[in-house]
């Protein structure tokens, strides 16, 4: 063999297994999970549903759902809402409430704070618990 068809030769092996790894690669990278679709912020509230001064429930926890679900749709046209216990120890005394827990995505805090002053006023608290959690977003339809 001459020297040529030699250096030929070994070009063609080094073109193979370039055009091998390519194709590996690329098979890989179709199998990989899609990306989600956006960076977002999901915020968390965390909303007592006892009177700052008297520590009584304002509402039964049925009324308090729906006050809450008010606010929310007319603040955000959706939301998603979670029922918990909250409780706390002030000093030797231990309090319990009914807490409704709320996610929000696709919005701004400018707007969860716009809904928390409602949520004070209408729920007579000291505040609302929020958590801004970074997350990403996927709407996914199936395979």
């Known amino acids: 063999m001459s020297k040529k068809n030699g250096i030929l030769l070994a070009l063609v092996a080094v073109i193979a297994v370039a055009a091998l790894c390519l194709s590996a690669a690329s098979?890989?990278?179709?199998?990989?999970?899609?990306e989600p679709e956006a960076r977002d912020v999901q915020y968390v509230l965390y909303l007592g549903t006892n009177d700052k001064d008297t520590n009584e429930p304002v509402f039964t926890?049925?009324?308090a759902r729906l006050r809450a679900q008010e606010i929310l749709i007319g603040h955000f046209g959706g939301y998603t809402i979670q029922e918990a216990s909250g409780g706390w120890i002030d000093g030797e005394t231990i309090y319990q409430e009914y807490t409704l827990v709320i996610y929000l995505s696709d919005t701004t805090l400018p707007e969860v704070h716009a809904a928390a002053d409602d949520m004070i006023r209408v729920f007579r608290q000291s505040s609302v618990l929020i958590q801004a959690n970074e997350t990403t977003t996927e709407f996914y339809g199936g395979a």
Not at 27 to 34: E, I, K, T
């Open 61 to 63: 926890p049925e009324e």
């Open 27 to 34: 098979l890989s990278l179709a199998r990989r999970p899609a």
